[in-house]
């Protein structure tokens, strides 16, 4: 994967080269003088870079099993402000609403109280 590449503008052997036409490796192609896109060491780049992302999140996620304190702290939305918040809490932080909806149940309780009368 790291080999791949695609050759931008070509050098002055690309035509006749040892090789027949075109490059059969990057060294062959940066060796003539050709510019070349190597997109294969981009793409690997990008594979470790997520491999490494999970690893960590597999370690962090072991982690949490024997600690106390989570590493990874899950959130959920906050159903009245749409802002993300633990997802353990009683009350959101942005917006002081309590996540459970009881306030919705009081104002329900008092319309119904101010009706009987
Ligand atoms: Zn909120």
């Known amino acids: 994967m790291d080999e791949k590449f695609a050759v931008l503008r070509a050098g002055k052997n690309y035509h006749n080269g040892t090789h027949g ?9 940066l060796d003539d003088g050709a510019v070349v896109m190597a997109y294969g060491s981009f793409v690997n780049k990008v594979i470790n870079f997520v ?11 072991i982690a949490e099993l024997a600690a106390e304190d989570p590493i990874i702290k899950h959130t959920v939305k906050c159903k009245y402000c749409r802002k993300r ?3 353990k809490a009683k009350r959101c932080l942005n917006c002081t609403s309590w996540v459970d909806g009881r306030e919705d149940r009081d104002e329900n309780s008092q319309e119904g109280h101010v009706e009987s009368h």
């Open 85 to 87: 918040i633990n997802a």
């Open 21 to 29: 036409h075109g490059y059969n490796t990057m060294s062959q192609a």
């Open 51 to 61: 491999g490494v992302g999970l690893a960590l999140y597999a370690l962090a996620s």
